[in-house]
């Protein structure tokens, strides 16, 4: 049974410290999905990619976040130096799209639970 | 007005009643629409989509798509005790490169 696989699945850090979370997105699959869940804010999305290419991240704080692919196996998203308010569930998300903007059922990860201290 | 709306809940049933759940969104041409379901401490995971008006069955769910209404819901038959967690909805925009966008969530408690 194909799945999202996401890693670590909890992480407990304190602040300033840099933390990465990496995700391997379901074989064959040409999207990826970064986002963020919180009890106040629901999901919301951090990035996005298709074929490895970044299509959007304007959810993500620029400053402190970045989300790469560096191949279509793996899919990274840091946060350098880390705060308490980053302190989340983070889930990937991988899909098939075949054509533009249609038919986009996302697989989600079984997440990262991130503890900033 | 955000781009899709979901009364938070908590929505309770007793088991055996039918749950409706709804959602409605912003995008009049927004054209594909997911339900998912998320227990408690997991991650969510895809139970529906519709993307033509009318309803979909699959088992004891049910999608139903008013477009002209801008408006999405889900029941759930025989509603049964594992059914109790917060139902997704979430909306493919009509822009090409713009993913999925998610509202809040509907809690739903089914009581034994």
């Known amino acids: 049974d194909a799945r999202v696989t996401q890693t670590p699945r909890h992480k407990v850090t304190e602040m300033g410290q840099e933390v990465t979370m990496r995700c391997q997105p379901i074989l064959g699959h040409n999207t990826v999905f970064w986002y963020r869940q919180t009890m106040m804010q629901g999901l919301e999305l951090l990035a996005y990619f298709r074929n490895r290419a970044p299509l959007d991240d304007s959810g993500m704080p620029k400053d402190r976040f970045s989300a790469e692919m560096p191949d279509a196996t793996l899919a990274t998203l840091k946060i350098q130096p880390s705060e308490p308010r980053d302190s989340a569930v983070y889930f990937c998300?991988?899909?098939?799209?075949?054509?533009?903007?249609?038919?986009?059922?996302?697989?989600f990860g079984d997440g990262t639970r991130l503890s900033i201290l | 007005q955000k781009e899709v709306e979901q009364n938070s809940g908590p929505l309770s049933v007793p088991e055996g009643a039918i749950a409706s759940l709804n959602c409605t969104y912003s995008?009049?041409?927004?054209?594909?629409f997911f339900w998912y379901r998320q227990y408690s401490g997991k991650s969510p995971e895809l139970i529906m989509f519709?993307?033509?008006?009318g309803d979909k069955e699959d088992g004891r769910f049910t999608a139903q798509l008013n477009k002209a209404s801008q408006y999405v819901s889900l029941l759930i038959r025989d509603s049964q005790p594992s059914d109790s967690a917060t139902y997704l909805c979430a909306v493919l925009r009509n822009s090409g490169n713009t993913p999925l966008v998610f509202g809040k969530g509907t809690r739903l408690s089914v009581i034994a």
């Open positions: 998300a991988s899909g098939l799209e075949r054509q533009a903007g249609l038919n986009q059922p996302q697989h």
């Open positions: 995008d009049r041409g927004s054209q594909s």
């Open positions: 519709i993307y033509s008006n």
